[in-house]
C-alpha cells in the first residue's frame, strides 16, 4: 500500500524542517528583524537604481574586470579566508571584498556597485558552502551592509566630484577621501546595530573591531582606490592589486594567529604564559631603576554555582563582564590576564602599598555592582603583594598574592587581603 500524493505537498514536511532550523531563527527577535529589513531594503533599491540606470560599454568593461578579480580573489585565498574566520568573533570583521566594492563605488553607478557586491558574496557563499566555513545569514548581512555604505558613499561621491575623474587634482583626493570615511562608518554602524540586536552584548563597545581590523579595513579601501586608477589609468598594471591585496591579507592572518598564542579566547585578555613573561619583563626593568610593583589575584566567589544554575553560556558572559571591568578600572598599560577559570590577575607598574590597596577595593565593589543577564550578580575575593616587600620577583609576587587571597576566601569571601598584612 502507498500514499500518493503532490511533489510539492512530499517535500514540503522536509523544507519545513529545513527552514526551522536556519541559525537566523535563533537570533533576537529584533535583530533577526533589522537584519531582514535591511536586506529587503538593498534588494528593493538595487533593483529601482538598475532600472534607472544605462549601462555603458564602459561601465561593462569595468563591472566584469572588478567581478573577475573578485571571484578570482575569493578563490585564490578561500584558505586564508577560512582561517581568518575561524579565528574570528562576534566583533565586526573587516572583509577583503572592500577593496572590489570601494574601487566600484569609484567607477560605476551604485546600482551596478550593489549588483557586483551582491553577485561577490553569493560567490563567498557558494565557496563556503562547500566545506561549511560560513553562516549564511552573516555572510549576507555583510553584503547588506556593504552595499548601504556603497549606497551612501556613492552619494557623497557624485555631491562632492561631481564631473571630475580619480586624477583631476585635489577636489578627486577630496571627493575621494569624504567618500571612504563615509562608507567605513555607515557600513560598521550599520553592522554594529546588527550584532548588537542579535546579540545583545554588554556594551557596543564590546563589538567594536580590533585596531588591527579597523588597519586592514583602511588598508583594503586605499587598495580599492588604487585598483580604480590602475583600471582607468593603467590597465595593464591591474592584476598587480591582488598581489598587494595577497600580501595584505597574509600579514593580517600573521597578526591574527600571534594574537591568538598571547590572548585568552573567551575574554580577549592576556592568557598565563604571555602575562608571565611580559610581566618578568617589567619587572627586570623595575628591579633595575628601584621602582615599586602589586600582583593582584581576583577569583570569583562561588563560579561554580553560576554555571551550574544559569548555564555555561551565562558563565563565560560573566568572564568578560568582570574581564571588561577590569580592563577599566586599570590603567592601560597594567598588565591584565585571566589566569585560569575564574582567576584574574594584574600586574600594576609603579604603585605603593597604600594605592595598590585602594586600586584593590575598588575592583571589588565595582565587580559586585556588575549586574549580568537578568540580574545575575558575582562577588570576588582579591589578594595582593608588593614588591620589593613581599618579593623580588613574579613568581614569589604570585605566590604571596595567591596565599593572600586564600586568607579572604577563608574570611568570608567578597573581600581584599594583603600578603604584607598577614
Known sequence: MSITSHPNSARSPGSQRIIRNWPVWSLRPAGRRFLLATEFLVVVVTIGLLAAESVTSSDLLRFVALLVLGVGYSELADRVERIRRYLGSDQVRANHTSIWAFAGVLLLPPGQVALLVGILFLHQLVVGRRHKSVRPHRLLFSGATMIVGAFVASAVLSRIGHGIGIGDGGRAALAISAALVTYAVVSLLVMVVGIYLCLKPLSLSALLPERDEITFEIATLVLGVVTATFITEQPWLTPFALVLLGVLHRSSLVKQLQLLATTDAKTGLLNS????????????????????????ILDLDHFKSVNDEHGHLAGDVALRAVAQTLKQELRGYDLLSRYGGEEFVAFLDQVDAIEAMTIAERIRIRVSELRILDGLSVTGSVGIAIAPLDGTDVSTLLAGADAALYRAKAAGRDRVEAAWLA
Open 273 to 296: 604564559v604571555a602575562w608571565q613573561q611580559q610581566a618578568e619583563k617589567m619587572f627586570e626593568r623595575i628591579v633595575r631603576t628601584g621602582g615599586t610593583a602589586a600582583v593582584l
